[in-house]
């Protein structure tokens, strides 16, 4: 190849290489209410939050004893790499009988107008549409009761929470399921759902999975 065309033939995979660069970072942040491939569905373990946050720790959730083990922190539509977030919406805040109706599951009005703003407006849903898919979605998994009402620290492995969940849930596969972990304690187990809530694969999600060998469940509140 003489060395001129040599050059514009390597200008061209540039320019290629560019423009599939930047139709990547453009997939990666478009914000489009509707526009992404699949939902994750994050459980917290809310002993874990309200200890590790302290006093900046949600009144609501935290203060008085309620006993909450697991609850819903968020159902959050993703990219296959990515998230969306803060998309354009018609409504900015949920109505207060909204609320109101989903705090035997996210346990905080503060937090259930959050996860609308940040994630909700993402899907593509009315308001109410969008918080019964989180209903849905959370009825979709089963808690497996090992971790319904612990009364005492428990240390465990995360691979052992990740498989009691999948006995619990079958055809909740090991890519489809991650525990979330901070320096000592469980945070979050986090299941992926395809936009039908079937269980489904997420390689990224999965990567970013806790890497303790050990962590802390902190008791239930009154138990």
Not at 19 to 38: H, I, K, P
Not at 160 to 174: I, K, Q, Y
Request: with cysteine.
């Amino acid at each position: 190849m003489r060395s001129g065309s040599r050059r514009l033939f390597l200008a061209s995979l540039f320019c290629l290489g560019l423009a599939t660069g930047g139709a990547e970072a453009q997939r990666v942040g478009t914000n489009v209410a509707g526009d992404f491939d699949y939902y994750v569905l994050s459980l917290s373990w809310s002993p874990s939050y309200c200890e590790a946050e302290a006093e900046r720790a949600d009144r609501f959730q935290c203060a008085g004893g309620r006993p909450y083990s697991f609850v819903v922190h968020g159902l959050w539509p993703q990219y296959e790499r990515g998230w969306p977030e803060f998309c354009p919406a018609a409504t900015s805040r949920p109505s207060e009988q909204i609320v109101r109706r989903m705090l035997d599951i996210m346990p905080s009005p503060n937090l259930v107008r959050r996860q609308w703003q940040k994630h909700g407006t993402c899907a593509g849903l009315s308001v109410e549409g969008y918080f019964d898919l989180v209903r849905k979605a959370r009825d979709r998994v089963i808690i497996p009761p090992a971790f319904r009402n612990i009364d005492r620290y428990v240390t465990v492995e995360p691979g052992a929470v990740e498989n009691a969940f999948r006995r619990a849930n079958p055809g909740l596969a090991a890519d489809a399921i991650a525990v979330d972990c901070d320096r000592r304690r469980l945070r979050e187990v986090r299941i992926c759902m395809d936009k039908a809530l079937n269980f489904r694969g997420c390689r990224e999600v999965d990567r970013r999975a806790c890497r303790l060998n050990k962590v802390v469940l902190p008791p239930v509140r009154g138990g």
